[in-house]
């Protein structure tokens, strides 16, 4: 799967940042850092389903990412917060 931009909503953009304390830069840092991804449900409209990413910043942080993956080759992010323990577990064994 090769994503070419993100898509931000600004809803989303406040919801990472009061609720989850992360700001874009690092969503797009560990979309960057090759990400573990896998798919998650079937979306709304034919095609564009949700994945979540699993994928480390620059800084060291684990993130879990939601996305919609457009047939555009964009990724509409949906939510984006650290990690579970099982997901971490997971990324470990990329």
């Known amino acids: 799967m090769k994503i070419e931009s993100l898509i931000w909503l600004r809803d989303i953009v406040d919801k990472l940042a009061w609720k ?3 700001d874009p830069e690092e969503v797009e840092e560990a ?30 942080r684990y993130l879990a990412i939601l996305f919609i ?9 949906v939510s984006a917060r650290d990690m579970a323990d099982k997901e971490r577990k997971q990324y470990g064994k990329k």
């Open 20 to 22: 989850h304390q992360v």
């Open 69 to 77: 993956y457009k047939k555009t080759k964009e990724a509409l992010i």
């Open 31 to 60: 979309l960057n850092n090759r990400p573990k991804i896998r798919f998650v449900e079937k979306g709304e409209r034919k095609g564009e389903d949700v994945y979540v990413a699993l994928g480390q910043t620059g800084s060291g």
